[in-house]
């Protein structure tokens, strides 16, 4: 199929998915939407597709929102770093969960750098933010090592790893490191040298951390693509026992694509936390390392896709979020409507037909131009 | 093609099989077949060839139900069908055996044979004994002689053929499809099989017969269809066709079949493996003291029949398996054990017998295929990252020097044809300054331009001063190319021919199956130090 034929076929696909998950959203809203007579529940319907649509991005008087535009951008800032890290390890066929927990650990230790290790402004953030990748990164030798040298599975081990690691948090929080005088459990403030600094001043907390995000989106995409360590990842992750054959460290390339996962998830959970927060006080998973796997997988595990694919979900939080405040839409809804257009756009064989149909059309003309040229050149002859 | 269709029409009833105007597109956007016609005369051996990639398989796997037809017509028997599955095919009375057996190794014969239409005691119960009855039955009306009771995995390559033989006949098929039945028998299996097809065909069975070797097709069958690049080269007798009319149909040119090569100079030892015993996991000894040496310049080939301990060999040489006894130097430096990042630093390149496996990353491109075991070297690199220019360029040539048959580089491996792919595979492990080449069924079920193309290599890489194991069940192949050869049964090694120039297949299938066995002193002449 030429090239131009695949991209419409991408496009219509996507296409396809998102029209048939929102005519399955419609639907729901419908049902759940308030309102007396049939008239009434149609309006409400459309004023809350409306928010869900185009109410992220332009106010109802029709300029441009500026506030919720960077709201979204902060949120992907996480999201980026988890997909990053999960593109990297289920390039290797590694199906590393860890992210989740990863990214609160690298929370967690960048913040607790930021209370008790004092130093000059600049390196402070530097320095915290690394201290939590870097903790992050040797997480990730525990599911990398029982892999590799035990057969453990990896999906199982780094999925438990995650509480694990939420319930030492929990409990470091609860016995040692809380602020007493304060109502809840929290940390004691961050130093000021410690906070990523913002990129804009109107509250929405996209911090410099969105630009380290884009620029690991660069770095990451040459790794993987022009470099041997990422071209070894992705020949493991292709077939494991070719990689070997050929003369690959395959257990120690493993390994690699587990701790860079690591360290990924846990820079996003350090600049998430130093951005957007004074204290440390989560209770429980973020849920940034779930959206990334989800993200990995619309990116086909290719780095260059991941910012599209987050700033995609970051909107569609944000339209549900304008939903459930504006319109009294549940909030619940947009899991559903998420899972529609997951599902299509997984599915490999949805529109397989049309795909099909495509094909041939390519393949006979190519057949036919062939014919023609071997024709042209014969009677040249 | 037109005059095929209407001479087919004036006599529909003499036809079994009429695949009209068949063309299928693949997913990936290959034409494996295009406007292809296919008729099939009632009881008689029908060849069909051509290289690998001209779209045989496609073919049958439409006439078998495993793929459906993009356009085109099938008719069977008169009725104009819709083979949506194999089941439809079988209901048709179509069977297929086909190169990969498709048995249950576990199981015995009786009870493959009856795998999913078995007989029922009191509705519940497995009749075992009704499957053996059945088995014995059709064993003794077809004269395909099996062991009910044994188990698949224990019975010998030619009889498992015979289980799947016998396994589309209980099914009711009338005509037969076989997919390359003979590229894993002896030759004195192979007389045995056409005997039995001969068989089939007197009592008014139809055979479809798949096959790359010219002689056997000149041997057995009664008409033959030639596919190329998708296209039908129409239909012959085979008794007025010459095998060089043959090739030239299929290839589009003149094949030279046999390989020039001048006699061997071999110099220096480069491999040396002494005394490798191997005891597999189910107990079984498949390498019993084994011991030869390679030496720079010449082809020594192992012949054999497949499972007498070749392919243990090799997992050895290049530790994808541990001995248990044993030593195997390279230049005088061991190999046994060492990661294969240190075997290849040694010189030794693999042909892998399953290139699917460890040959190739399908999802990979021909150029990431071609650079995995160099990927690291200083020319491909610029400090921490790739040099594309230098990646590019050097697989260029490879792909030119190779006759690889691409779009460009950046195409998918997986969408290659069989030969191509072992293009690729043969274009890295010959072009990394080998000093010993292991080919492990180099040329298995590739196309002759490509097969061709792979044992002129092979020759001139060995006269350039490499040393070349080459392991085949090809008989042909081992005793054209290699300059001595040792036969491999029950693990050992039964016979070591110094020049293979006076050999033929009767003297080697003795040994191959056994029957004979060179003294210990004959054999111990392959030792060189």
Same mark, same amino acid.
């Given at each position: 199929?030429?090239? /131009?034929?695949?991209?419409?076929?991408?496009?219509?696909?996507?296409?396809?998915?998102?029209?048939?998950?929102?005519?399955?959203?419609?639907?729901?809203?419908?049902?759940?939407?308030?309102?007396?007579?049939?008239?009434?529940?149609?309006?409400?319907?459309?004023?809350?597709?409306?928010?869900?649509?185009?109410?992220?991005?332009?106010?109802?008087?029709?300029?441009?929102?500026?506030?919720?535009?960077?709201?979204?951008?902060?949120?992907?800032?996480?999201?980026?770093?988890?997909?990053?890290?999960?593109?990297?390890?289920?390039?290797?066929?590694?199906?590393?969960?860890?992210?989740?927990?990863?990214?609160?650990?690298?929370?967690?230790?960048?913040?607790?750098?930021?209370?008790?290790?004092?130093?000059?402004?600049?390196?402070?953030?530097?320095?915290?933010?690394?201290?939590?990748? @870097?903790?992050?990164?040797?997480?990730?030798?525990?599911?990398?090592?029982? /892999?590799?040298?035990?057969?453990?599975?990896?999906?199982?081990?780094?999925?438990?790893?995650?509480? @694990?690691?939420?319930?030492?948090?929990?409990?470091?929080?609860?016995?040692?490191?809380?602020?007493?005088?304060?109502?809840?459990?929290?940390?004691?403030?961050?130093?000021?040298?410690?906070?990523?600094?913002?990129?804009?001043?109107?509250?929405?907390?996209?911090?410099?951390?969105?630009?380290?995000?884009?620029?690991?989106?660069?770095?990451?995409?040459?790794?993987?693509?022009?470099?041997?360590?990422?071209?070894?990842?992705?020949?493991?992750?292709?077939?494991?026992?070719?990689?070997?054959?050929?003369?690959?460290?395959?257990?120690?390339?493993?390994?690699?694509?587990?701790?860079?996962?690591?360290?990924?998830?846990?820079?996003?959970?350090?600049?998430?936390?130093?951005?957007?927060?004074?204290?440390?006080?989560?209770?429980?998973?973020?849920?940034?390392?779930?959206?990334?796997?989800?993200?990995?997988?619309?990116?086909?595990?290719?780095?260059?896709?991941?910012?599209?694919?987050?700033?995609?979900?970051?909107?569609?939080? /944000?339209?549900?979020?304008?939903?459930?405040?504006?319109?009294?839409?549940?909030?619940?809804?947009?899991?559903?409507?998420?899972?529609?257009?997951?599902?299509?756009?997984?599915?490999?064989?949805?529109?397989?037909?049309?795909?099909?149909?495509? @094909?041939?059309?390519?393949?006979?003309?190519?057949?036919?131009?062939?014919?023609?040229?071997?024709?042209?050149?014969?009677?040249?002859? | 093609?037109?005059?095929?269709?209407?001479?087919?029409?004036?006599?529909?009833?003499?036809?079994?099989?009429?695949?009209?105007?068949?063309?299928?597109?693949?997913?990936?956007?290959?034409?494996?077949?295009? +406007?292809?016609?296919?008729?099939? !005369?009632?009881?008689?051996?029908?060849?069909?060839?051509?290289?690998?990639?001209?779209?045989?398989?496609?073919?049958?796997?439409? %006439?078998? $139900?495993?793929?459906?037809?993009?356009?085109?017509?099938?008719?069977?028997?008169?009725?104009?069908?819709?083979?949506?599955?194999?089941?439809?095919?079988?209901?048709?009375?179509?069977?297929?055996?086909?190169?990969?057996?498709?048995?249950?190794?576990?199981?015995?014969?009786?009870?493959?044979?009856?795998?999913?239409?078995?007989?029922?005691?009191? $509705?519940?119960?497995?009749? *075992?004994?009704?499957?053996?009855?059945?088995?014995?039955?059709?064993?003794?009306?077809?004269?395909?002689?099996?062991?009910?009771?044994?188990?698949?995995?224990?019975?010998?390559?030619?009889?498992?053929?015979?289980?799947?033989?016998? !396994?589309? %006949?209980?099914?009711?098929?009338?005509?037969?499809?076989?997919?390359?039945?003979?590229?894993?028998?002896?030759?004195?299996?192979?007389?045995?099989?056409?005997?039995?097809?001969?068989?089939?065909?007197?009592?008014?069975?139809?055979?479809?017969?798949?096959?790359?070797?010219?002689?056997?097709?000149?041997?057995?069958?009664?008409?033959?269809?030639?596919?190329?690049?998708?296209?039908?080269?129409?239909?012959?007798?085979?008794?007025?066709?010459?095998?060089?009319?043959?090739?030239?149909?299929?290839? $589009?040119?003149?094949?030279?079949?046999?390989?020039?090569?001048?006699?061997?100079?071999?110099? +220096?030892?480069?491999? &040396?493996?002494?005394?490798?015993?191997?005891?597999?996991?189910?107990?079984?000894?498949?390498?019993?003291?084994?011991?030869?040496?390679?030496?720079?310049?010449?082809?020594?080939?192992?012949?054999?029949?497949?499972?007498?301990?070749?392919?243990?060999?090799?997992?050895?040489?290049?530790?994808?398996?541990?001995?248990?006894?044993?030593?195997?130097?390279?230049?005088?430096?061991?190999?046994?054990?060492?990661?294969?990042?240190?075997?290849?630093?040694?010189?030794?390149?693999?042909?892998?017998?399953?290139?699917?496996?460890?040959?190739?990353?399908?999802?990979?491109?021909?150029?990431?295929?071609?650079?995995?075991?160099?990927?690291?070297?200083?020319?491909?690199?610029?400090?921490?990252?790739?040099?594309?220019?230098?990646?590019?360029?050097?697989? !260029? !040539?490879?792909?030119?020097? *190779?006759?690889?048959?691409?779009?460009?580089?950046?195409?998918?491996?997986?969408?290659?044809?069989?030969?191509?792919?072992?293009?690729?595979?043969?274009?890295?492990?010959?072009?990394?300054?080998?000093?010993?080449?292991?080919?492990?069924?180099?040329?298995? $079920?590739?196309?002759?331009?490509?097969?061709?193309?792979?044992?002129? &290599?092979?020759?001139?890489?060995?006269?350039?001063?490499?040393?070349?194991?080459?392991?085949?069940?090809?008989?042909?192949?081992?005793?054209?190319?290699?300059?001595?050869?040792?036969?491999?049964?029950?693990?050992?090694?039964?016979?070591?021919?110094?020049?293979?120039?006076?050999?033929?297949?009767?003297?080697?299938?003795? *040994?191959?199956?056994?029957?004979?066995?060179?003294?210990?002193?004959?054999?111990?002449?392959?030792?060189?130090?």
């Amino acid at each position: 199929m030429n090239r /131009k034929r695949s991209i419409v076929f991408s496009l219509v696909r996507g296409l396809a998915a998102i029209l048939i998950a929102l005519a399955v959203a419609t639907l729901l809203i419908f049902i759940s939407s308030e309102g007396e007579s049939l008239a009434e529940k149609l309006a409400a319907t459309g004023d809350a597709l409306r928010q869900l649509l185009i109410g992220p991005l332009f106010r109802s008087s029709g300029g441009l929102n500026t506030k919720n535009l960077s709201d979204i951008l902060a949120a992907m800032i996480p999201t980026i770093f988890t997909g990053l890290g999960v593109c990297v390890m289920f390039s290797a066929n590694e199906f590393n969960m860890g992210a989740e927990g990863g990214a609160l650990l690298g929370a967690f230790v960048a913040a607790m750098c930021a209370i008790y290790v004092p130093m000059a402004a600049g390196i402070h953030v530097v320095f915290c933010i690394l201290m939590g990748a @870097v903790a992050c990164g040797l997480m990730m030798l525990i599911p990398a090592l029982l /892999k590799t040298r035990l057969g453990v599975s990896e999906m199982v081990c780094s999925l438990m790893l995650n509480y @694990v690691v939420m319930y030492v948090i929990s409990y470091l929080m609860n016995a040692h490191l809380s602020d007493k005088s304060k109502g809840q459990i929290q940390s004691y403030p961050f130093e000021s040298t410690a906070q990523v600094p913002q990129l804009v001043d109107n509250g929405s907390k996209l911090s410099w951390g969105f630009v380290v995000a884009i620029v690991f989106v660069v770095l990451i995409a040459l790794f993987m693509y022009r470099t041997r360590w990422g071209y070894a990842i992705r020949m493991i992750g292709i077939n494991k026992d070719f990689a070997m054959y050929s003369g690959m460290k395959v257990a120690g390339v493993i390994v690699l694509a587990h701790v860079l996962g690591g360290v990924l998830a846990g820079m996003g959970g350090g600049l998430e936390m130093l951005g957007r927060y004074e204290t440390y006080a989560w209770r429980s998973l973020p849920g940034y390392g779930w959206t990334g796997i989800t993200i990995a997988i619309l990116a086909g595990n290719n780095p260059i896709f991941v910012p599209f694919a987050s700033f995609f979900i970051a909107y569609l939080d /944000k339209g549900c979020n304008l939903m459930a405040t504006y319109c009294g839409v549940p909030n619940q809804l947009i899991d559903i409507i998420q899972a529609c257009i997951f599902l299509f756009f997984a599915a490999e064989q949805f529109l397989s037909r049309y795909r099909q149909r495509l @094909v041939v059309k390519s393949t006979q003309e190519e057949l036919r131009l062939k014919a023609a040229s071997v024709e042209g050149g014969e009677s040249n002859a | 093609m037109a005059e095929a269709r209407a001479a087919a029409e004036n006599s529909v009833e003499e036809y079994v099989v009429q695949m009209k105007g068949i063309t299928k597109v693949y997913p990936n956007g290959i034409a494996a077949n295009q +406007d292809v016609d296919l008729f099939v !005369k009632k009881g008689e051996i029908h060849a069909l060839m051509g290289e690998n990639g001209a779209g045989k398989s496609t073919l049958m796997k439409m %006439l078998f $139900g495993l793929e459906q037809p993009t356009s085109g017509e099938i008719i069977i028997n008169g009725e104009k069908v819709n083979l949506t599955s194999p089941t439809v095919a079988i209901s048709k009375g179509i069977g297929m055996v086909h190169q990969h057996f498709m048995l249950v190794p576990s199981l015995t014969v009786a009870e493959n044979m009856v795998l999913g239409i078995v007989p029922k005691k009191s $509705g519940i119960f497995i009749d *075992y004994k009704k499957a053996v009855e059945i088995t014995k039955e059709y064993s003794q009306r077809f004269n395909l002689h099996v062991e009910p009771d044994a188990k698949v995995m224990d019975i010998p390559v030619g009889m498992k053929q015979k289980v799947e033989i016998l !396994k589309a %006949l209980v099914r009711g098929a009338k005509i037969l499809i076989l997919d390359e039945p003979t590229a894993v028998l002896t030759t004195q299996e192979t007389t045995e099989l056409f005997k039995e097809l001969i068989h089939l065909k007197e009592q008014g069975y139809t055979i479809i017969f798949i096959s790359h070797k010219l002689n056997e097709i000149m041997e057995i069958t009664d008409r033959l269809t030639i596919l190329r690049g998708g296209k039908s080269m129409g239909v012959h007798n085979t008794r007025d066709v010459t095998k060089e009319e043959i090739s030239r149909l299929m290839v $589009g040119r003149d094949v030279v079949l046999s390989v020039q090569k001048d006699v061997a100079k071999p110099t +220096d030892t480069v491999l &040396k493996v002494r005394d490798m015993e191997y005891v597999n996991e189910w107990g079984k000894k498949m390498l019993d003291k084994v011991s030869f040496s390679v030496r720079k310049g010449e082809i020594l080939g192992i012949a054999g029949v497949e499972g007498n301990g070749q392919k243990e060999l090799v997992d050895m040489l290049f530790n994808l398996n541990t001995p248990n006894a044993g030593t195997a130097t390279v230049n005088g430096e061991n190999i046994l054990g060492l990661p294969q990042r240190k075997i290849r630093e040694k010189g030794v390149s693999l042909v892998p017998e399953d290139r699917m496996v460890f040959g190739i990353a399908g999802d990979g491109t021909i150029e990431e295929n071609l650079i995995s075991d160099r990927c690291g070297s200083k020319d491909l690199n610029r400090g921490p990252l790739f040099n594309m220019n230098a990646i590019h360029d050097s697989c !260029k !040539k490879l792909i030119e020097d *190779y006759l690889i048959l691409c779009k460009s580089g950046k195409q998918k491996v997986k969408m290659l044809s069989g030969g191509n792919i072992q293009k690729v595979v043969v274009a890295r492990e010959f072009s990394n300054d080998p000093v010993l080449i292991i080919a492990d069924q180099p040329t298995r $079920g590739i196309d002759v331009g490509a097969t061709e193309f792979i044992r002129k &290599k092979l020759v001139e890489l060995s006269r350039s001063g490499i040393a070349v194991l080459l392991i085949s069940a090809d008989l042909s192949e081992v005793m054209e190319l290699s300059d001595s050869l040792i036969v491999m049964y029950g693990g050992k090694i039964a016979a070591y021919f110094e020049d293979t120039r006076e050999l033929n297949d009767e003297i080697m299938g003795e *040994y191959m199956l056994g029957l004979k066995r060179q003294p210990e002193e004959q054999v111990r002449r392959v030792c060189h130090e």
